[in-house]
C-alpha cells in the first residue's frame, strides 16, 4: 500500500471511528462540543500498521534517530506498541523499543515513573494533543529519569495551541502532529456531503 493510501486510509478510519460530536470535558478540564476517542482507532487492528508506519515516516522525515518509544499512559501506548512493532516487522532501519511513563510514581516493586523499554535517545507520542500539558508532563519525566528527547509526535492536533507549547518546552526537538483537526474536518464534511 502506497504511503499517500495508507495516510488517507488512516484519517479515514480517525473521522469514521474516532470523531464524536456531543459535549466532553477534556483533559484539560475545558469543555468541548467535539472529542477525538482515539483509542477507538488506535486498538483498532486494522489501523495498528498504518500508525506505526505513519509515525517512522514522520521520524524518517524529520531525521531524528530514536531508538525508543513512549509516551504518557493509556493514550500513547498503543501508539508506542505499533511503531515498535512496525519497526521490527518491517526488517529495515532501526528497531525502536517502546516504554510507557506512568501517571504516578509506581508505590510499590521499584518505583518507577517509566516502565518497559526506555533506551535513549526517545520520541515521546501520543494520541490528541489539546494544551499539550500530557505531553509536556512525559517529556519532563522522561529528561528526569536521564533520556534524551529527539522527537515529540501526536496522532492529532486539535489546533487550540499544545503543539505550540510543547515546541516552547522542547525548543530544539522536531514537534510534529500527523493530523490536524481541520484536515479531518474537511474529510469528515467530504463524507458526510458524499451521502
Not at 516487522?89 to 515513573?113: D, I, N
Not at 508532563?137 to 489546533?159: C, F, K, N, P, S
Request: charge should be positive; hydrophobic fraction near 40%.
Amino acid at each position: 500500500m502506497a504511503l499517500d493510501t495508507a495516510r488517507e486510509r488512516l484519517a479515514k478510519l480517525l473521522v469514521e471511528r474516532s470523531y464524536l460530536e456531543g459535549e466532553f470535558v477534556l483533559a484539560s478540564g475545558r469543555r468541548s462540543r467535539f472529542y477525538f476517542d482515539c483509542r477507538r482507532t488506535t486498538c483498532f487492528s486494522e489501523a495498528m500498521p498504518l500508525i506505526g508506519e505513519a509515525f517512522l515516516a514522520a521520524f524518517r522525515a524529520a531525521g531524528t534517530a530514536a531508538r525508543s518509544v513512549g509516551g504518557l499512559t493509556s493514550g500513547a501506548d498503543p501508539i508506542a506498541n505499533a511503531v515498535a512493532y512496525c519497526s521490527q516487522a518491517r526488517g529495515s532501519g532501526p528497531v525502536l523499543q517502546m516504554f510507557s511513563v506512568r501517571k504516578e510514581r509506581k508505590s510499590h516493586g521499584t518505583g518507577q515513573w517509566i516502565e518497559g523499554c526506555a533506551v535513549s535517545p526517545v520520541a515521546i507520542v501520543d494520541d490528541v494533543v489539546t494544551s499539550g500539558g500530557s505531553v509536556i508532563r512525559a517529556i519532563e519525566r522522561a529528561r528526569g529519569e536521564g533520556l534524551e528527547v529527539v522527537h515529540v509526535a501526536t496522532l492529532v492536533d486539535r489546533e487550540e495551541g499544545g503543539l505550540e507549547a510543547i515546541q516552547r518546552a522542547v525548543p530544539q526537538v522536531p514537534v510534529t502532529a500527523l493530523f490536524k483537526k481541520g484536515e479531518l474536518d474537511a474529510l469528515r464534511a467530504q463524507q458526510h456531503g458524499a451521502r
